[in-house]
């Protein structure tokens, strides 16, 4: 099952939209147990929810305050580091194909939003994102109104603190429906009435938990190691990488394919149509390719993969997953 990320201003009535969120996916759960006892099968519920939250794990809203920071400390800041690290361990340990998990907070980086899209693959459920839509000036008022306390609507009521907010309006990074990450895409805004708003629930429900729903696939970015790889690791690891880097090099230089494909061949005896690198529609150099080249192999020194990724360790397979690695830093950096 999914995991539901939501993502907006600060005090855009993120934590009610939530809140009724997750009161309404309660309630299609209970539907679905009772349609099932109805027809005779067990009455357990298929699915487990579960809200992740900054005022669940007891985040005060200071840990993302830089205004206090020297300016060569800020894209530093240890305090908002390990608050995402405690949501990220948090999400981690309840998400599953059995589990739907609303991810209640900020969310306003979309590296961090991409990160979260490649765990919920990881283990084979899908991912939206719930933008809640609220101008800045809406958004500035209620937290002036919780401020001076008047402020009788929100679920959490910790207010930020003037510079803190401001800030964070600067840095918030908008979702995208372009993005993999960032799709499928709702969008809920501060003056949707009840009626509307469970007309979006009801569409993000049928999107990520429904009969339509997307299989996923896991993240094949890593390779798992198998016994008969045939050769060192390293070794196969270092010649088939660097292989797929020259012949990156070695495309771009024909006249016209700079901001086109590359077409590699798959190695080996592996049958099929050749992969291909789509290139992010500029010439890619040699020291880009090898810090890529350097961060893949970080992830896979060692021969250890996902669980469950599949495949074995053959130059072929590392091949395969080297070039979606590409392709996917290619996207997320354009």
């Known amino acids: ?4 990320i939501l993502s907006g201003l600060p005090t855009s009535g993120k934590s009610t939209r939530a809140k009724q969120l997750y009161d309404y996916l309660a309630e299609r759960i209970e539907a679905e147990a009772s349609k099932s006892t109805t027809e005779g099968a067990p009455s357990t519920p298929k699915y487990r929810l579960h809200l992740v939250s900054d005022d669940a794990l007891s985040i005060s809203r200071a840990v993302y305050d830089l205004s206090t920071l020297p300016a060569h400390t800020r894209s530093a800041n240890a305090s908002e580091k390990d608050a995402r690290a405690s949501i990220y361990g948090a999400v981690k340990r309840v998400l599953s194909p059995r589990d739907i998990v609303v991810l209640d907070g900020l969310n306003y980086i979309k590296g961090w939003r991409y990160q979260l899209a490649c765990e919920a693959k990881n283990v084979s459920t899908t991912s939206a994102v719930l933008q809640i839509g609220c101008s800045v ?5 209620n937290n002036e109104e919780r401020l001076n306390g008047a402020d ?3 679920t959490a009521a910790e207010p930020y603190s003037p510079p803190n907010w401001d800030n964070l309006v600067f840095r918030y990074e908008e979702p995208n429906p372009m993005t993999r990450w960032d799709s499928p895409l709702f969008a809920l805004t501060w003056d949707d009435d009840a009626a509307q708003t469970r007309a979006v629930f009801d569409k993000l429900w049928d999107a990520v938990a429904g009969a339509g729903r997307k299989e996923v696939q896991p993240n094949k970015v890593t390779v798992q190691r198998g016994a008969d790889g045939g050769g060192d690791f390293l070794y196969v690891l270092d010649r088939e990488t660097q292989d ?3 012949r990156i090099l070695e495309a771009q230089k024909e006249p016209g394919n700079s901001d086109g494909e590359v077409r ?6 592996v049958k099929g149509d050749d992969l291909v690198v789509d290139l992010p529609g500029k010439v890619v150099g040699l020291p880009q390719l090898q810090r890529l080249r350097r961060a893949y192999m970080g992830l896979n020194r060692g021969g250890i993969g996902l669980e469950g990724a599949g495949g074995q360790l053959t130059g072929a397979r590392i091949r395969e997953s080297f070039v979606g690695y590409l392709n996917d830093a290619f996207e997320k950096d354009g």
């Open 1 to 4: 099952m999914p995991l539901i």
């Open 137 to 141: 000036d809406r958004a500035r008022q």
């Open 152 to 154: 009788s609507v929100s």
């Open 244 to 246: 797929v880097v020259k």
């Open 264 to 269: 590699i061949p798959r190695g080996g005896n």
